[in-house]
């Protein structure tokens, strides 16, 4: 996928310890930055959340998404949210909590997570080219129930830059279904928020623990230097 003229690989500074990755075979990966998420109107805001907590980490991601459109590298989005007809929404998940409005009830960015409305759609600064994949998703994790394995192998890809919202919830289940499919995956520790800034952190240090028994954890920096010194060294 990178440019003939860019480098190939690169060594990241991550805990628990530096991986090296094959740029030519790694995509990154931006889970769920949408309006309905990040916007006060959406589906986070009807559970109760504080939608701002999630800001933080929209510029961290700017910069790696730039950075990864660059170099060619294959640039993956998600999006959670479920069909008009709610034919692919379980009850449980509908019927769960106490939220202001539930999934399907109308919003003031249409309805709430279903696809094709306003809320369901990417904020427009991480807004995907036409030339980038986006993968709707029925569920937390990125694999389930959708396309995104079959676009990985079909690329070659090995090794995954995951970012986005929320860590505990989306981007750790994706890492973790991600791990059992055979995939080295970096989680970006700045490119990715929560309405919880405990669970956060906490999210980040599952990842890593044990020797890095889901993946690694690098800052936006460190990603973006790994890149930096591959280019000027090639």
């Excluded at 980490?57 to 910069?63: E, N, S």
């Excluded at 405990?198 to 020797?211: D, N, R, V, Y």
Aim: glycine share 10%; hydrophobic share 40%.
């Amino acid at each position: 996928m990178l440019n003939s003229s860019k480098p190939t690989s690169g060594s990241i500074v991550a805990e628990p310890e530096p991986i090296k990755v094959d740029w030519s075979t790694t995509a990154l990966v931006i889970i769920d930055m949408q309006r309905d998420f990040m916007e006060p109107g959406g589906f986070g805001e009807t559970l109760g959340n504080d939608v701002s907590q999630l800001a933080r980490a929209v510029k961290p991601i700017a910069a790696v998404l730039a950075a990864a459109r660059d170099t060619g590298m294959l640039v993956v989005h998600t999006r959670e949210g479920h069909l008009p007809d709610l034919s692919d929404a379980p009850p449980a998940k509908v019927e769960r909590g106490a939220p202001s409005l539930r999934i399907g009830d109308p919003g003031p960015m249409g309805r709430i997570l279903i696809r094709g409305e306003a809320g369901h759609d990417i904020i427009p600064e991480l807004y995907p080219l036409d030339s980038e994949i986006v993968i709707d998703k029925p569920g937390k994790g990125a694999f389930y129930a959708t396309e995104l394995s079959d676009v990985l192998e079909k690329y070659g890809i090995e090794n995954l830059l995951v970012c986005g919202v929320t860590t505990e919830v989306c981007v750790n289940t994706t890492v973790r279904e991600a791990n059992d499919r055979g995939y080295r995956c970096v989680v970006i520790a700045d490119g990715c928020a929560s309405y919880f800034p405990e669970f956060h952190e906490m999210g980040l240090k599952m990842i890593k623990a044990q020797g890095g028994i889901f993946g690694w954890v690098a800052s936006s920096a460190a990603v973006l230097e790994a890149l930096k010194i591959s280019t000027t060294s090639a």
